[in-house]
């Protein structure tokens, strides 16, 4: 077996930009094949060609989470182009619909816990059977601070969806620990993404998000792939059911 064959090999949703994307440059940069899955094709594309450019090897396919067919088919890439999964970072997701919860819609509701619980769940599925098959590997959620150890008004899908992570990733860690699959999940604070400037439309929001944080200031999305590194690496072997807090000191910051 050559080298290449013994490289790991990482999947990443939601690499189209944010933590995804940061994080799929880091695990290429470090070694290991990925695949990335997102919705929009084009932004997979370059993601890839940045990645090949770099040395790296790298695979692309587009879809939506949602889709139990399309965890399936992001394994089966994985499989068939690499040879095996070792690490998946379980990263898609979405704020969904904000506003006052007494007037927030089932549709609205419902798409938050598909995309951000549901979807992660069904990514899960297929990729710790994958992992099985091969004698363990570490999967990773990204979840979130808000619902867990601080709140914000008028995002109840958001704070609901993402913290069932916390309990799926513990289920989880404890019925495939014994197998050699870790699961852990990390809780950003707030990230220079597109979903944060979205929600955080003017400078006075930003301004206030960012005095919330202990460190004063808001992350890059490549400190977060740090963390998520850790997690995916023999570094944190003996790390699982964890809900990681890499949030910038919001949880504990009061004035």
């Known amino acids: 077996m050559n080298d290449?064959?013994?490289r790991p090999v990482y999947l990443i949703t939601g690499a189209a930009s944010g933590i995804g994307r940061a994080s799929a440059l880091l695990f290429a940069a470090e070694g290991a094949r990925v695949v990335v899955g997102a919705r929009r094709q084009s932004e997979l594309e370059t993601l890839?060609?940045?990645?090949e450019a770099a040395g790296g090897e790298a695979a692309a396919l587009a879809g939506d989470v949602r889709s139990e067919d399309y965890a399936k088919a992001l394994v089966a890439l994985a499989q068939t182009r690499f040879g095996r999964l070792d690490v998946a970072f379980n990263n898609a997701g979405v704020f969904g619909e904000a506003g006052p919860s007494?007037?927030?819609s089932q549709a609205g509701w419902d798409d938050a816990l598909a995309v951000n619980l549901t979807g992660a769940f069904l990514g899960a599925k297929h990729q710790i059977a994958a992992m099985l098959r091969s004698g363990g590997g570490s999967v990773i959620f990204?979840?979130?601070?808000?619902g867990y150890s601080f709140a914000f008004p008028q995002a109840a899908a958001y704070?609901?969806?993402?913290s069932g992570l916390i309990g799926l990733t513990q289920a989880l860690a404890a019925e495939f620990g014994p197998a050699g699959v870790r699961v852990n999940a990390i809780l950003p604070g707030?990230?220079?993404?597109?979903m944060y400037s979205a929600v955080n439309d003017s400078a006075e929001k930003q301004a206030f998000v960012t005095n919330l944080h202990a460190l004063k200031r808001v992350a890059r999305p490549e400190e977060l792939a740090r963390s998520v590194l850790y997690l995916a690496s023999d570094d944190s072997s003996f790390v699982t059911g964890t809900a990681s807090l890499v949030d910038g000191g919001v949880s504990i910051t009061r004035s």
């Open 4 to 6: 290449a064959a013994n």
């Open 48 to 51: 890839v060609a940045e990645i």
């Open 102 to 104: 007494t007037g927030v």
């Open 142 to 146: 990204t979840s979130t601070f808000v």
């Open 159 to 162: 704070a609901a969806s993402k």
């Open 190 to 194: 707030a990230v220079e993404t597109e």
